[in-house]
């Protein structure tokens, strides 16, 4: 079994964490995750028993979309824990690194203890998410790895616009524990404890509150759906985006919408909730890199509406597997949201039909056997 060190800046489990969860198990007997900071998503690596150790420094921020330099200090602050890792990684036959931060620590690292360097590419490196010096570091960096996994299509082509090597980039879609997906709770009572009343119909966007995920948007809209339309948020500022958190409960106050929309914070049942929603929202006003919430809606049977950037375009066939609508247009969602209300039969038709697809396109088994034929080629080359 090959033995990767696999590094990642959060403590959070955003997306990139949980794919990365998911490619860890299988090689845990023999594999490290070295977390730059402690917190939850600690818990969820030992709970799969993956072998997890805290990187603890104050030099690396926390905060997902803060500049590169800015969020890493300075490279000499670096420096103590640059060295560990590249003694660790002595003991490993490759450093994995998962997010961007990680990369800058992992590429020296890798130089130093002459360990091959692998990047898993969660983000579209387009000016949209970063600025010009911090998408040319993650470029030049990214660019001395012996492997560049992208998420998707779009997050590749990405890379590639911004200077990328060709040769080197692969694009895998993140993978799903379908076993997960078997046994889904009848919505009646999850709506119960949840104190919702049978008639109503519920959309659920399920992403952390963050400005560019586009809750925002799904408010405005729920103003031009009929009133047994409501709302679940699911998800939390896991990023420091307070602001918008408030943001977004004044903007409920001043819609009058206090007995339509509910903010469930973090939750750790997505797959319960999903299978109650009568349809789920990915409201994101940028390009999605992937958008793991719109395979999960699909796993779970629930029509998907997503905005028609990034990867979701890669997900959903607009019309034929869910419905695709422009980023930031209110209008555009609420006609959607509309539609599922008044087509309940077609609505769960394409449902039907991405849940097919995605079964065979998202399939976590196989997506992990791909990942492993890329990885040996790397230990070989
Ligand atoms: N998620 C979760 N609990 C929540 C909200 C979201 O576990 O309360 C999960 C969700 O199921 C998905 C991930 O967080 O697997 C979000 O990933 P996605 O790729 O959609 O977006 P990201 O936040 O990574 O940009
Ligand atoms: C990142 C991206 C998200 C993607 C996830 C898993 O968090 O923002 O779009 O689904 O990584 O690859």
Redesign the pocket.
């Given at each position: 079994m090959t033995k990767i060190l696999f590094l990642d800046q959060s403590g959070k489990?955003?997306?990139?964490e949980?794919c990365l969860l998911d490619i860890a198990k299988p090689y845990r007997d023999t594999c490290l995750v070295s977390l730059f900071v402690d917190g939850p998503f600690r818990q969820l690596l030992e709970k799969q028993q993956i072998p997890v150790q805290i990187l603890a420094t104050k030099a690396i921020g926390v905060r997902k979309e803060s500049g590169l330099l800015q969020g890493l200090s300075s490279i000499r602050e670096l420096l103590p824990a640059i060295n560990r890792i590249a003694n660790l990684s002595r003991n490993y036959d490759l450093i994995y690194a998962n997010t961007q931060k990680s990369l800058v620590i992992g590429a020296i690292a890798s130089f130093l203890s002459r360990r091959p360097l692998v990047y898993h590419l969660?983000d579209i490196l387009s000016l949209d998410h970063f600025s010009a010096t911090n998408r040319r570091i993650a470029v030049t960096l990214a660019n001395r790895a012996a492997l560049v996994i992208a998420n998707s299509q779009a997050s590749q082509a990405a890379f590639i616009a911004a200077g990328g090597r060709k040769d080197i980039v692969e694009c895998v879609y993140?993978g799903f524990n379908l076993e997960l997906y078997q046994h889904l709770p009848a919505a009646t009572a999850i709506k119960q404890q949840l104190g919702i009343e049978e008639d109503k119909f519920v959309v659920g966007n399920?992403?952390?509150l963050s400005p560019w995920?586009g809750q925002h948007i799904l408010l405005e809209a729920l103003t031009h759906c009929p009133e047994k339309a409501i709302a679940l948020l699911?998800?939390?500022a896991?990023f420091g985006e307070q602001d918008y958190v408030q943001k977004l409960h004044a903007q409920v106050a001043e819609l009058n919408l206090e007995h339509r929309v509910k903010f469930?914070?973090?939750?750790?049942d997505?797959t319960s909730l999903m299978a109650t929603c009568d349809m789920v929202t990915h409201t994101s006003t940028i390009a999605?890199?992937?958008?793991?919430?719109?395979v999960?809606a699909m796993l779970c049977g629930t029509p998907i509406v997503a905005t028609s950037a990034g990867g979701a375009q890669e997900l959903v066939e607009s019309g034929k597997t869910g419905l695709l609508v422009a980023p930031g247009d209110v209008k555009e969602l609420a006609a959607a949201i509309n539609t599922c209300i008044a087509q309940p039969e077609q609505s769960a038709k394409m449902a039907q039909a991405a849940n097919v697809q995605a079964r065979q396109r998202f399939d976590g088994a196989i997506i992990n056997q791909q990942i492993a034929q890329l990885l040996s080629k790397v230990i070989k080359k």
């Open positions: 489990p955003g997306g990139a949980l969660h993140n399920f992403s952390r995920k699911i998800g939390d896991l469930l914070g973090f939750r750790n997505v999605e890199p992937f958008g793991r919430v719109i999960e």
